[in-house]
């Protein structure tokens, strides 16, 4: 880790260095990772059992807002935005991001926002009630006094991405090496390019929904308001324009991450890296004009459910095309399962059935049924949390070592991944059976004959909690009396098979393959 000047708390308040900031960012993401996972905990704990037993149907209802934006906002985009500020400029070959300073304010502002957010559960009232979705007129007419704070740290998050997005954005297309044309860019570094395109387009628009909703709270405007000549629908309209490219935001990153470590452990280069390219590029301009495919339940012209189910199905085709390289990639490959490797399977895995289950929602006629129950809270999981939080941690476990010179316990990140990826399945494969069956979402009880399921379900989530813990303490462990690695060698195979990177090419993608000795 690179030192500045500064020395003890001024060295982090103060730095410009992007990988001083990546750290902030990776520590922040998983303090509120491990804060919107207790959320979930609460919510699991009550739902072990028809009944209330543990806390009243209106914390409940706080608990799920708080565990759905903390997780989005405060863990999962802050965690690939530390990625971005470690890699990108060694991937580029850059000296540091081209916005230093800008990068140091666009991290300090997230804890504010996330410390104001957190603060609302002591307020009159308590924190926001109304899902992270926060639909008027539920969050405009009938919400807490709270909302207001709700809508000031979304303002705040806003801004932090849009100049972090900048900041990504000029540092690509500026300061890459000389002789480094935009096609012989990593793959993590193209899908972080289009990734800060798609927030500079869509943080504005959640900012113009939060300026709204602020307006008819406080100012007695009717943006939401059918009584004073407003749409509710309105708000779906703009929430989901941001919404659906916000879910690409999260996973598009994921797949720069995948693209890294899947080559690196088949020992062979990725394989269709140009169709990759075009097929991010494709899924984020397609993600633009799919949102309406979260409203199928409004009313809306049976030719603009015939529109949105279509083009919804299309974006399977470029995911399709990324998943089948990501496949033939490992393919005749010498492999070997490290920890990295391992969470990156699970991903292709556990992401192409979501994906499947997405087609399933896609179909309008169908999605009548399934909206708003267990069926989609389980499809949007196997997408955000087998998609982005176990790329995540594939990255931190392979990038580590170059992160701090130092090798993690390869026995217990193994042990972390099958406890998480079981505990990940028990918690959410039944999630559909009782979506299915019809139980709804974001209800504090439920009927017996969905019993069964849903403590099944919450042992699973005690489980991946668990998992999470035993992380934190490799990553601790490792930094702090962690085996050093050598210069050279990049990894050390399980079975022996040592390899290094051709001294001409970036540490993280081979013009050639790797010479294994």
Known sequence: MAHGPAKGIGRWLFTTNHKDIGTLYLWFSFAMFLLGGFFAMVIRAELFQPGMQLIRPEFFNQMTTMH?????????MPAFVGLANWMIPLMIGAPDMALPRMNNLSFWILPFAFLTLASTLFMEGGAPNFGWTFYAPLSTKYAPESVNYFIFSMHIMGASSIMGSINIIATIMNMRAPGMTYMKMPLFVWTWLITAFLLVAVMPVLAGAVTMML??????????????GGDPVLFQHIFWFFGHPEVYIIILPAFGVVSAIIPAFSRKPLFGYASMVYATAAIAFLSFIVWAHHMFTVGMPIAGELYFMYATMLIAVPTGVKVFNWVTTMYKGALTFETPMLFCIAFVILFTFGGFTGLMLS???????????????????????????????AAVYYWLPKWCGKMYNETMGQVQFWIAFIGFNITFMPQHFLGLAGMPRRYADYGLQFADWNMVSSIGAFMYGAAQLLFLYNVIATIRNGKPVSDNKVWEGAEGLEWEVPTPAPYHTFATPPQIK
């Open 215 to 228: 307006m008819d709270i406080n100012f007695g405007t009717s943006f939401f308001d059918a009584a004073g």
């Open 363 to 393: 179909v309008a006629a169908a999605d009548i049924q399934y909206h708003d129950s267990y069926f989609v809270v389980a499809h949007f999981h196997y997408v955000m949390v087998a998609g982005a939080v176990f790329s995540g941690t």
């Open 68 to 76: 759905g934006v903390i997780m989005v906002f405060g863990a999962i």
